[in-house]
């Protein structure tokens, strides 16, 4: 494996780390109530999370394991694309395991070990998100030389596993873990003049994608299956050879 694969040095955490993960849970566990997915507070429980230190990633892989088959991969900064698809299709999730400090509390530029547990752990205990994630991994790593392919790919990823938003019982709710871990996310979109849509996989293509600044659109789904046909049918386009316009 490449060099950005680490060990978690639980014992090198220092008790600001712990400090920070535990502001960071109150805060986004207290912002998240009646916003998340059902699926994140399900998955926040069982995969042992709680307020009080950070995460063994050991333990958690646990957990995972026994509920959807997969696990952590501790690495210490971003991945290029055909080592983290290649991962997802694996069933390996790649967490940061460096935490931010207090000075980075509401902005970081790069995904956290907050942002990368906190996040994206929960909705992975949930085995229809995990079998989605595993069969995008799948997809994208047989078309890692496609640069318009992969820009898809990475919208696709985008708009649903980091900000995504989804229809539960009548009401909008979140599963996107750009969206779980942050504050100013999370008040951006729930803002009244916040851009969100129906979730329609044409128009997620369509539109430009980056992290760099808060979302100027989100994609609502109407149920969970949305994220397991989108993938199939982006896959059946490229085994066709079908022309994606230019990104």
Known sequence: ?????????????????????????????ALLHKRAASAFAQGLEKA???????????????????ATGWQLEPVNGMLDDAT???????R???ATVWIRSMQQFDFIEEPDLFHGVFGHVPLLMNQAFADFLHFLGRVAAQHLHDAEAMARMERLYGF??????????GATRMFGAGLLS??????????????????????????????????????????????????????????????????
């Open 1 to 29: 494996m490449p060099h950005v694969m680490v060990t978690q040095h639980y014992d090198r955490y220092t008790p600001q780390d712990h400090l920070v993960w535990k502001v960071l849970f109150d805060r986004q566990t």
């Open 48 to 66: 042992g999370l709680h307020r009080h230190a950070i995460p063994h990633f050991e333990e958690v892989s646990k957990r995972l394991q026994k």
């Open 84 to 90: 983290f698809f290649g991962l997802l299709a694996e």
């Open 92 to 94: 390996k999730f790649p």
């Open 160 to 169: 649903t596993v980091q900000f995504g938003l989804v229809q539960e019982n």
């Open 182 to 247: 942050s504050s100013g996310e999370i008040h951006h979109c729930v803002a009244d003049e916040s851009n969100r849509r129906p979730y329609d996989l044409a128009t997620v293509l369509r539109t430009p994608y980056s992290e760099a600044h808060l979302q100027e659109q989100y994609f609502v789904l109407n149920g969970w299956e949305q994220l397991t046909e989108s993938v199939a049918e982006l896959a059946a386009m490229l085994s066709a050879g079908w022309e994606l316009q230019p990104a």
